[in-house]
């Protein structure tokens, strides 16, 4: 297992030296940024590299590349997008990145009701409202995240919610098939696993047709190429916001099977209505079994990457929600914390 930490070059409040410093952590996920559906080009990748190198980290897991919404949709224009996208694997693979995590969410990526959600500690952390979300028009409401790569106008939303009303599940899954078939004999020949990111969280927003939602549509993904670089990013915060996911059984079972390269690792406390607040990552802090999700890593013998997922605010830190210094190294000790034990009890 390789302990990583994300970073955005550029427009991150948290600078690599400072990511350095954290006892285990041997590289960093990053990316170039680049406009949704824009080729990667080699130099600037390698320039990207050299630079994570030079702080003695390495660089071999890139998040993301968005796919843009017309290889999705299945729009006229995919072709162009797929081709686009192929070229920045091949320049990926070049500059030895080995996993690139993408995500197949219509429109949005991942999405909370609430930023800044206050926790009985002082710490503040990102949270989910059944209520709230459900009342949300995301038409007339700004809503943005952190780290999402794309900035609709409000015509482009339109655009894009309408080309989608016409869309549902089975056309999402066949154009996901388009695009496997086109990408993995690439990601193959490049050596670059790709890792699907499930939808967070798992389950449709706004009537969009959502499809990485639960097993049967992991194993659906995986049945449609197979290949180890048809693979996943498994997001325990994301499968785990459902009470319905044993997600220490889901990492046993894909890692068992090859197919996770890259993990994700978040706590999340669940409620009666569904609604869910992002915890720290101790287990006792949150729903999930941290040491069960580690341990099933462990046994499958997992030698890729994991990172762990946004933090909470704590300790007077500024900078972007989610993505601060200080939770996610207190997360990246716990966990490996948790890998050295398992490793000793062996
Ligand atoms: C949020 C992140 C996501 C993820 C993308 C994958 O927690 O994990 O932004 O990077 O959804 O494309």
């Not at 028009?137 to 700004?142: M, V």
């Not at 609604?275 to 287990?283: G, P, V």
Request: net charge negative.
């Amino acid at each position: 297992m390789k302990m990583t930490l994300r970073w955005y070059p550029g427009k991150d409040a948290v600078n690599l030296a400072y990511i350095r410093q954290i006892p285990g952590v041997t590289g960093v996920v990053s990316e170039l940024q680049k406009p949704v559906g824009a080729v990667w080009p080699v130099d600037e990748i390698e320039g990207l590299r050299s630079y994570i190198n030079q702080h003695g980290l390495a660089f071999e897991v890139v998040e993301s590349v968005k796919l843009h919404e017309d290889i999705k949709l299945g729009a006229d224009r995919r072709d162009q997008y797929i081709e686009s996208f192929i070229e920045t694997i091949k320049n990926l693979g070049k500059s030895g990145v080995k996993v690139v995590c993408y995500d197949f969410m219509p429109i949005f990526d991942w999405f909370r009701t609430d930023l800044t959600k206050v926790l009985p500690d002082g710490s503040t952390t990102m949270a989910y409202s059944m209520i709230e979300a459900s009342q949300i028009d995301p038409l007339s409401s700004d809503i943005k995240m952190a780290d999402w790569e794309t900035d609709y106008s409000r015509e482009e939303l339109e655009t894009l919610f309408g080309a989608y009303r016409e869309k549902d599940t089975e056309d999402m899954w066949k154009n996901l098939q388009y695009f496997l078939d086109a990408v993995i004999p690439y990601a193959e020949q490049s050596d670059v696993k790709l890792g699907m990111h499930p939808d967070d969280p798992c389950w449709p927003i706004f009537g969009l047709p959502r499809i990485i939602t639960n097993e049967a549509n992991i194993d659906r993904l995986l049945s449609l190429y197979d290949s180890p670089y048809n693979s996943l990013t498994l997001c325990s915060g994301s499968l785990g916001c459902s009470a319905a996911h044993d997600v220490a059984a889901l990492v046993g079972k894909y890692a068992g099977m090859d197919r996770i390269a890259f993990g994700h690792m978040r706590n999340v406390k669940l409620f009666q209505d569904g609604s869910f607040d992002e915890s720290a990552h101790l287990s006792t802090e949150g729903s999930l079994d941290m040491v069960q999700i580690m341990k099933a890593y462990h046994d499958a013998g997992f030698t890729g990457y994991i990172r762990p997922d946004h933090g909470r605010v704590i300790w007077g830190e500024t900078g972007a929600i989610g993505y601060g210094l200080y939770d996610r190294a207190l997360g990246a000790m716990y966990l490996n914390g948790i890998w050295e034990t398992l490793e000793k009890l062996d």
